[in-house]
């Protein structure tokens, strides 16, 4: 337990050393084509479609290493979450992602299209918006987190649950 906490812990650091200049323009043509609806800075945006918004990370050349999982929601004011009943935490998706014109789901470079209500499976981590770091957009009123400091930043896609995440059989009876 001891060696997986210094794993994480290390991840997290090494993400943090390799992110502090990796901002850079969307590199996504209908991202940037978007103005109207897309607010960007030097890396890290935010879309907003038909009620709906997403938080974008700046682009990275490492993921943090934590197993994150949940349901992507939509909260009442319109920010697409990942639910850890009962809270809804708001999603910073990978650089490139796009926010369909419903509002309803996410092209995810690499993976697909995420839905809400999808079950996700990520590699990735929890940032504190107010920690400074240079992958996370300025929040809109729409996921302005209320009692949590942190976002979830979903950063590695999977199909399902890493192994490691799949509950253990019964004990034989």
Do not use: K
């Amino acid at each position: 337990m001891e060696n997986r906490a210094l794993a994480v812990a290390g991840g997290i650091v090494a993400f943090t050393l390799t992110t502090g200049c990796a901002g850079s323009a969307p590199d996504n043509p209908a991202t940037a084509a978007r103005s109207p609806s897309t607010t960007s800075t030097a890396g890290p945006s935010v879309q907003h479609e038909n009620g709906s918004v997403i938080l974008l990370s700046a682009e990275v050349d490492g993921v943090m290493d934590a197993s994150l999982s949940g349901v992507i929601v939509r909260t009442e004011p319109g920010c697409l979450a990942l639910t850890d009943d009962p809270t809804d935490i708001p999603v910073l998706w990978p650089h490139g992602a796009t926010l369909s014109a419903d509002g309803m789901s996410v092209d995810v470079p690499d993976f697909g299209t995420v839905t809400v209500g999808d079950e996700v499976w990520a590699g990735g981590g929890y940032i504190n918006p107010g920690s400074g770091e240079p992958i996370v957009p300025t929040f809109p009123e729409e996921c302005a987190p209320s009692g949590d400091t942190s976002v979830a930043a979903l950063q590695a896609f999977t199909e399902g649950p890493p192994p490691w995440d799949v509950a253990s059989p019964g004990p034989p009876s």
